[in-house]
């Protein structure tokens, strides 16, 4: 299982972006990844500064949002979209999407995984697959 640092993860989405205004090759989740920058402009600038985003910390305390954090969230969705897992997620998604924009649908899932993994969290167990499909599928009936 691969498991990246902090840097790491931070390094990928700005290489990523780097790769994308030099017309250089991208290569599997880096074009994604990029998908995913594009319509998220807000952090377009950050994302070209390089060490300077990756060095950064975003505290909630003062109502900021690490953009990290939401990119990877985003690029986890999209696995999971991707590859139907776990199942249900991909027909969830595709009746949210239908009700609201691609991306849209996507930022409802994003809450939906969040609360999902801090249920599991407080419980101390796994994540709950089937809450977690079953959430989206609320949030797509409106």
Known sequence: MFNPSRDQVRRFFCDAWQKHLQRSIVEGAEA????????????????GSGEEAISRDWMPEGGEMNPFLHLS??????????????PGVRAAWQKLAARLDPHAAEHVILECLGETI???????????????????ERAARG
């Open 118 to 136: 801090f249920r599991a969290q407080q419980v101390g167990g796994g994540m709950d697959a089937v809450a977690y499909v079953e959430s989206i």
């Open 32 to 47: 994604t990844a990029i998908d995913i920058i594009l319509r998220h402009p807000e952090y377009q600038s950050l994302l």
């Open 73 to 86: 969230l985003h690029l986890a969705v999209a696995e999971q979209i991707s590859i139907d897992q776990p």
